[in-house]
């Protein structure tokens, strides 16, 4: 695909697309959307969001990848890019949604980055109550589900409670079941 300068928007907008099927489970999605935000990557210097998705779909692979090896490696350069992004534009909400929820998922035990996934959630969930960003109540619940997760996984068993807490005043019946299921898991 050969790329001009003013081109690169429509085929981030697809890489856009492609990253949320590879969400979804797409492997091959998780590929395309790497290898088109890796071009559109080399025309736009230092742009945050091209930055955070490109990080983003690098941890996807890494997610699929049967190697172990390029498993961490794909992970790693994932985590550098999102890291940068983040450095960028700190107060991007859809970049902290990317980079919190890469760090929530990988595993504690190897790459340390559950601080990091805690660190933007009470970014995103601050921003939520102070009304200064487009995060739904679904996203908003999920938020604080998983920040009382990523709270447990690091031991603090307390902090998770009072996340879930809040959470169980919304009064909905599937995150009373999500939280139960999580306490029973202890975190990670």
Excluded: C
Aim: charge should be positive; hydrophobic fraction near 35%; avoid cysteine.
């Amino acid at each position: 695909m050969a790329y001009s300068k003013g081109d690169w928007k429509k085929e981030f907008q697809e890489a856009i697309q492609l990253h949320q099927q590879a969400i979804d489970g797409d492997k091959q999605a998780a590929k395309k959307a790497y290898e088109i935000l890796k071009k559109v990557k080399l025309k736009t210097a230092n742009h945050a969001l091209i930055e955070a998705y490109y990080g983003s779909s690098s941890a996807l692979i890494a997610r699929d990848h049967p190697d172990l090896i390029e498993k961490m490696n794909l992970a790693k350069r994932g985590l550098k890019a999102l890291d940068q992004a983040v450095k960028i534009e700190p107060s991007n909400s859809e970049i902290r949604v990317l980079r919190g929820n890469v760090a929530f998922r990988l595993p504690e035990t190897y790459f340390k980055r559950t601080k990091t996934a805690i660190e933007d959630f009470q970014f995103l969930i601050k921003e939520y109550e102070d009304k200064r960003n487009n995060i739904s109540k679904e996203q908003y619940s999920e938020l604080l589900l998983n920040l009382g997760i990523a709270y447990k996984t690091l031991g603090d068993n307390q902090n998770a409670e009072n996340i879930w807490g809040k959470l169980l005043k919304m009064n909905n019946s599937k995150y009373k079941k999500l939280i139960e299921k999580a306490r029973k898991n202890g975190g990670e």
